[in-house]
């Protein structure tokens, strides 16, 4: 079965400082990841995601994360933290493994992200 | 689009009643998911349907809640009796494919 850990459940950063959010997956097959962000008294936004292809993924609001299948990671990363990019975001992983057309996401249980002036 | 719907947005509610959550998935969307998010417990799986048909309630807690999708644009999710531990946001996501699109969560307070 497919899991996500990621590593922190609080992670604080001044503005302009490098923001570096860790996922760790494991998972049976090739998969398919995620990382949903989620700002307060809101659903959960997708920031990007990575199927195939370019192992780095760029998404919104400038952060991007690196698929390395040898680390079995997908770290997201933006240079310099704005004030606007606290909230609490989440890594998921695709449930290839179901088969079929059942497209099931595991999430991790997510990283406050605290950015201070 | 106007992205998943959710209602009500907030419900209050006393112990012992029925509580009925709507959602309305993105119009193409094959698949709906409902999950439960609390401080406590993080975002869970509650139950998800593929073409309507229920795939996978083993994330429902117990039979109180129950999960219904009578066509392609309407799900709902009922909890009867309604206990205070049920205090949660609820939310509604649906997909074509892996990714998935949340609804902005109905607020559950049960007194």
Not at chain 1, 1 to 9: D, E, I, M
Not at chain 1, 63 to 74: H, I, L, P, V
Not at chain 2, 51 to 62: A, K, L, Q, T
Request: aromatic share 12%; glycine share 8%; proline share 6%.
């Amino acid at each position: 079965a497919q899991s996500v850990t990621q590593l922190g459940s609080h992670v604080s950063v001044s503005e302009g400082a490098l923001v570096l959010l860790r996922c760790n997956y494991s998972s049976s097959v090739p998969p398919y990841l995620f990382w949903y962000v989620q700002y307060p008294n809101q659903g959960l936004q997708l920031l990007l995601k990575y199927t195939t292809g370019a192992t780095l993924v760029k998404g919104i609001n400038g952060f991007e994360a690196e698929f390395k299948k040898s680390e079995t990671s997908f770290h997201l990363t933006k240079p310099s933290a704005h004030m606007s990019d606290a909230a609490e975001y989440f890594c998921a992983v695709s449930d290839q493994g179901s088969g079929g057309s059942n497209y099931k996401l595991t999430f991790g249980k997510g990283t406050l992200l605290t950015v201070n002036p | 689009d106007a992205g998943v719907i959710q209602s009500p947005r907030h419900e209050v509610t006393e112990m012992g009643q029925e509580v009925t959550l709507r959602c309305k998935p993105i119009s193409g969307h094959n698949s709906l998911f409902w999950y439960r998010q609390t401080m406590m417990r993080g975002l869970e799986l509650l139950i998800y349907f593929n073409n309507n048909v229920p795939i996978d309630d083993s994330g429902m807690p117990e039979d109180r809640f129950s999960a219904k999708m009578p066509n392609a644009s309407f799900s709902t999710l009922k909890i009867q009796p309604s206990e205070p531990r049920d205090s949660a946001v609820y939310f509604c996501a649906s997909s074509s494919y892996y990714e998935q699109y949340f609804g902005p969560g109905t607020r559950l307070t049960v007194t």
